[in-house]
């Protein structure tokens, strides 16, 4: 009885299966990891600058004892707006410019390649074109 599943790998080259598969996609699954972890970390540092604001704003109520303190904790509070609204607007601008880079990063690798699949292409067929003329020649 003969095991289909039992051949040898080394009959194949995978060179090119590798060079037109495989690098393309551990190169962008490598600048996804990146992208992602470069998010991530963003948002966590905006998280915990929020978090730490509303943590102050909690404490200052707090410390409120009369009706002047919370005049007082009140005129802070357009301070604590528009600080955050300044910080919310920063964090977009930092998002939207990790999501360009990403982008143009993934049209690189796209661009490179497509190149890289066309000189592929186009070695297989000059090889296959000198194969036909090779055997026509030995006729």
Same mark, same amino acid.
């Given at each position: !009885?003969?095991?289909?599943?039992?051949?040898?790998?080394? /009959?194949?080259?995978?060179?090119?299966?590798?060079?037109?598969?495989?690098?393309?996609?551990?190169?962008?699954?490598?600048? =996804?990891?990146?992208?992602? $972890?470069? !998010?991530?970390?963003?948002?966590?540092?905006?998280? *915990? +600058?929020? +978090?730490?604001?509303? !943590?102050?704003?909690?404490?200052?109520? #707090?410390?409120?004892?009369?009706?002047?303190?919370?005049? =007082?904790?009140?005129? &802070?509070?357009?301070? #604590?707006? *528009?600080?955050?609204?300044?910080? #919310?607007?920063?964090?977009?601008?930092? !998002?939207?410019?990790?999501? /360009?880079?990403? +982008?143009?990063?993934?049209? *690189?690798?796209? $661009? &490179?390649?497509?190149?890289?699949? /066309?000189? =592929?292409?186009?070695?297989?067929?000059?090889?296959?074109?000198?194969?036909?003329?090779?055997?026509?020649?030995?006729?």
């Amino acid at each position: !009885m003969t095991n289909v599943f039992a051949f040898d790998t080394k /009959q194949f080259d995978t060179t090119q299966f590798e060079s037109m598969f495989f690098a393309p996609a551990r190169a962008f699954a490598a600048l =996804s990891v990146d992208f992602t $972890e470069k !998010m991530v970390n963003a948002q966590l540092d905006a998280t *915990k +600058a929020y +978090a730490d604001t509303n !943590m102050a704003q909690l404490r200052k109520l #707090v410390e409120v004892k009369d009706a002047e303190g919370f005049k =007082s904790f009140l005129e &802070g509070q357009q301070q #604590v707006a *528009k600080s955050l609204t300044e910080r #919310v607007q920063g964090d977009a601008e930092k !998002m939207t410019a990790l999501q /360009q880079e990403f +982008a143009q990063e993934s049209q *690189k690798l796209s $661009e &490179g390649s497509v190149k890289q699949a /066309q000189e =592929s292409a186009q070695k297989a067929t000059e090889t296959a074109s000198k194969a036909v003329t090779a055997s026509k020649a030995a006729k």
